[in-house]
């Protein structure tokens, strides 16, 4: 995988499961990130503050690799592969019965996350995990389905969406906790009980989320516009018709969703400058 330049550059060790150890990122930002979590102690003054700042640090480190070379870990490829998988199982999904959670996790680990051995692999196989888990927190509905482990009519597309848009976020935090985890083991393990890594993850996710388009909200504006401009009924009939255009809308919208929580397509959301090393 490629390195990078000045800031961004890059230090990656082989896929997990060999017998190299992944030194994580190195760079002047990613140092300075890595320099403040050495230093952080949970019951310290103004932990919690510290800890989103030391969080903000390394999203900022990330979009910031990203933006020299693309390339970098693999991420951006590999996001819009697992991007695509997703959009097209969302069908299946709207059409099928709910299954269990633990059943619904296994065949979207599976179908989203592949068989990759590398770091951004498993980071991408927790990101669909943690994304069932979360949309299920924000659906009390779903307790009663998923708990019986059938529900008639599959899924509804609401919460489709929000799987989608939540998976990208997801993504994006589960990769920093990998980062802050291999940095905590090698320099400050004395902090790997108070798991930081989790903390840093779940921040990150909820920074970034409300970047990720929104596969429905598309498909009513599209369906708006058409409607508007007298297009073609055959045209307004097919967007109309979630179990066939959403899933097509999802896959259009991966590279954008990828751009956005990678900052790529450039939208700041930690501030102008990181804090202070």
Known sequence: ???GAGRGTIGLGGA???STRWKGPNGDRWS??????????KDSHNADQRLEEIAADHLRALHETLRADRSAFGLYDTACAAGERLAGALGSLAAGGAESEDALVARLVSEVGGDGGTLVDAAVRR????AVRDVR???PELDDAMG???AAGGFAWDILCDL???FFADMVGEFLRSVVAEHIKLAVPGLIATDPEGTIAAWVA???VDLVPNPCEESAEATELAEAVDTAQSVVGAVQDPSAALPKIAESLVPRAVGKVLGLITEEVTGEEGAAA
């Open 137 to 139: 927190d924000r659906h």
């Open 1 to 3: 995988m490629a390195g």
């Open 164 to 166: 989608y848009q939540v």
């Open 32 to 41: 300075s990130a890595a320099r403040r979590l050495a230093r952080w102690q």
């Open 148 to 150: 019986r482990g059938a």
């Open 206 to 208: 909820e920074k970034v």
């Open 127 to 130: 990101a669909m995990a943690a």
């Open 16 to 18: 997990v499961g060999t």
